[in-house]
């Protein structure tokens, strides 16, 4: 057996953060503009254990390694592999070790660590700027660092270092982030699952038994809506964010009503993955916000949603307007908008406001996705109200689940 120093081959520079290749002089503002990391992409053999498994050995985790990934998990940073090994059995030897779980994609295999970096971000669907990657070889970092120049690279013997960075703290650690992992994994025996049906992807659909659970939120859900407005720009009517003291005003006013919207199938939940806000008249009802995750882009949530809301606004005799501000990304919310019913009514500026003629029909429900939803009173309250594949809602009384 033979074990090399841990780090040896890039021990060439000090300091603590991503060193190959040097910065230019001019690149401290953008490094200091970095996006906070989502996923850290991980070499195994001699990173993440004491050894190469392709020699014989059995080699166990480094305890900083350990450690890293349990601290990054808890904040929900994804972990992924991209190393060079015989793929069965270095999967193999993860799961000995337990840790198999741990990882959201692994690519083991012979080809360039540039090219299995790219598939990871690909396959979790996140920009190239929001990977990490750590390996104990220089010449391998230096091919990551020289194919993908705002991936942030890192020295093996860095891994106990990570969790301090700033780079790796996420301004907010909330219970959605905590389970992002599991998630993440859900998601991609989702994809699995699509890539082997053979027929229309509306058929698709239909097998996965969507249920969307749309409800009144609550001081708990303050931090995930808050992240929600931050993060999530394409599935955005608006584009407006609120900080924590402003939802929770809005949570209180009588003139304003907060949605939270969660969905789940048989593969498991999604989370917490939209929100709707609203501001209600005597005659009408305001749509001053709806967002929802891009990990739902093609699940049919948006009209879904959007539909609700038209239903709920209807039932309580207001008129459903909703303002729209398109940016670079967002023009698939306004098609959303206009599918269900909305037509412009006018236009200032930057903002558009459209809305559902008097005394339109409520739009239909969509067969594939049930919606369940307490009433509008507030929760202590309300009954829950179940929304047929028919459209109609009827007073069964069962709740809905939830599920980056």
């Known amino acids: 057996m033979t074990t090399r120093a841990r780090g040896e081959a890039s021990r060439t520079t000090s300091g603590t953060g991503p060193v190959e290749p040097a910065l230019p002089a001019d690149a401290a503002s953008t490094a200091a503009a970095a996006p906070t990391v989502k996923c850290l992409v991980w070499d195994l053999d001699d990173t993440v254990w004491d050894g190469t498994v392709l020699e014989g050995d059995a080699p166990q985790p480094f305890p900083d390694a350990l450690a890293t990934l349990r601290a990054l998990d808890e904040r929900g940073i994804l972990h992924a592999v991209a190393s060079r090994s015989d ?21 083991i295999g ?8 790219r598939r990871v971000a690909e396959a979790i669907n996140i920009g190239i700027d929001t990977v990490a990657f750590i390996d104990n070889d220089a010449v391998e970092r230096a091919e990551v660092a020289a194919s993908h120049p705002t991936v942030r690279v890192y020295r093996a013997e860095q891994a106990a270092e990570l969790p301090g960075l700033d780079d790796f703290r996420p301004e907010f650690v909330t219970a959605e982030s905590r389970s992002r992992r599991q998630l993440y994994r859900g998601d991609l025996r989702r994809k699995s699952a699509q890539d082997a049906y053979t027929g229309p992807a509306k058929d698709f659909l239909a097998t996965l038994d969507l249920v969307l659970t749309v409800r009144r939120a609550t001081e708990s859900d303050l931090q995930r809506a808050h992240e929600l407005t931050v993060r999530t720009h394409q599935l955005n009517t608006t584009g407006r964010t609120y900080d924590m003291a402003e939802l929770r005003a809005l949570l209180t006013s009588p003139t304003h009503q907060v949605l939270v919207a969660s969905l789940e199938d048989r ?12 501001e209600l008249t005597d005659s009408d009802s305001v749509l001053k916000l709806l967002l929802l995750s891009c990990r739902v882009m093609s699940r049919g949530v948006g009209p879904a949603l959007i539909a609700h809301v038209v239903r709920d606004a209807l039932a309580a005799g207001r008129r459903p307007l909703a303002e729209f501000v398109p940016t670079d990304v967002n ?21 558009i406001l459209l809305g ?49």
């Open 331 to 351: 023009r698939v919310m306004l098609v959303n908008l206009r599918f269900n019913g909305f037509d412009v009514i006018e236009r200032r500026g930057d903002r």
């Open 110 to 117: 012979w080809g360039a660590k540039s090219d299995a970096v």
């Open 87 to 107: 793929g069965p059995r270095a999967v193999e030897h993860l799961r000995a070790l337990g840790i198999e779980e741990m990882f959201t994609v692994l690519e």
């Open 267 to 278: 593969f498991g939940s999604y989370g917490v993955i939209g929100l709707a806000l609203t």
């Open 356 to 404: 559902i003629a008097p005394g339109a029909a409520p739009p239909a429900q969509d067969g594939t996705i049930r919606i369940v939803s307490p009433a509008a009173s507030p929760p202590h309250a309300a009954a829950p109200i179940q929304e047929g594949l028919n459209g109609q809602e009827d007073g069964e009384g069962r709740e809905g689940q939830e599920g980056p």
